[in-house]
């Protein structure tokens, strides 16, 4: 069993940032890769974009490129979703996920079927 906890969800202006935090512990060292997703209300959640475990091969959803950034904490178990330049449309509830399948690309990064474990989600609102 892994367990994910997200932080850092707030209330923010468009055009400001703000940095998720993911924290994971238990089974950790089955973890292959995390992602991060988002749910906006009324709509289907999605895939922000997600780096392996090793800290390399990060992929992001068209939407976000070049605004977020997904990195590993100096903490071993922490991954962090930084969000800049903020947009109303990001407003969603933001989950981490792991996935402990042993591969990872581009094309199945985004497949919530292939991640293992699951957190409780961060509200993210951005005014406009």
């Known amino acids: 069993q892994v367990q994910l906890v997200e932080s850092g969800g707030g209330l923010v202006q468009a055009g400001g940032s703000l940095r998720l935090s993911c924290a994971a512990s238990?089974?950790?060292?089955?973890?292959?890769?995390m992602g991060w997703f988002r749910q906006a209300p009324g709509k289907e959640r999605e895939f922000v974009g997600g780096?392996?475990?090793?800290?390399?091969?990060?992929y992001y959803a068209d939407s976000v490129k070049g605004r977020f950034t997904i990195s590993r904490g100096d903490a071993e178990n922490t991954v962090y979703l930084q969000m800049n330049s903020l947009k109303p449309e990001d407003t969603a509830i933001y989950y981490c996920?792991?996935?402990?399948?042993?591969?990872?690309?581009?094309?199945?990064?985004?497949?919530?079927?292939?991640?293992?474990?699951w957190g409780q989600g961060t509200q993210v609102t951005v005014s406009s």
């Open positions: 238990g089974r950790t060292s089955i973890s292959y890769a």
């Open positions: 996920a792991v996935r402990i399948i042993n591969y990872w690309t581009r094309v199945d990064a985004g497949r919530e079927e292939l991640y293992a474990y």
């Open positions: 780096v392996m475990w090793s800290g390399i091969a990060t």
